[in-house]
């Protein structure tokens, strides 16, 4: 595994992700049309720090010893994802900024102090960061025009 690698391709999806982000006018950050399902950018924002911080807690169990896999495998994504859309609604956009920053930190700071990448950690990190900010930073991206 290269983790120097997959750290680069995490902060080049990142950098490509923080900029289409900065593109939305204030006035639209919570208007809810980026996709069918309702969500604003405000929303996507919040989704990508929810499952940033989860990646950066399961990390966490993983450094512990404390990560169960079967537990992890029975986590219904569909599920989680509503929550955290009805949560980001309730809260104002400072927060979710501040939200989004911290947990891509705390996720990167987690995974390159691993004394020992497994296969656990890498596709924790690989899917809450480099393969899952393109999907939003693409729907930002058509969204803007």
């Not at 900029?19 to 924002?45: C, H, I, N, Y």
């Not at 079967?70 to 986590?75: I, P, Q, R, S, W």
Request: proline content about 5%.
């Amino acid at each position: 595994m290269d983790v120097e690698r997959l750290l680069v391709e995490e902060e080049a999806a990142w950098a490509r992700l923080r900029g289409a982000f900065g593109r939305v006018p204030a006035d639209r950050f919570e208007e809810p049309t980026l996709t069918p399902e309702g969500w604003s950018p405000k929303d996507a924002m919040f989704h990508v720090a929810g499952w940033l911080a989860d990646c950066a807690q399961v990390l966490e169990r993983i450094r512990e010893g404390t990560f169960d896999r079967a537990t992890e495998d029975a986590l219904v994504v569909a599920d989680i994802n509503r929550a955290w859309f009805e949560l980001s609604r309730t809260m104002d956009i400072s927060t979710v900024r501040a939200e989004f920053e911290a947990s891509r930190l705390k996720a990167r700071e987690c995974f390159a102090t691993l004394p020992e990448i497994t296969a656990d950690a890498w596709e924790w990190f690989e899917e809450s960061g480099p393969l899952h900010y393109p999907k939003h930073g693409n729907d930002l991206e058509a969204w803007l025009g």
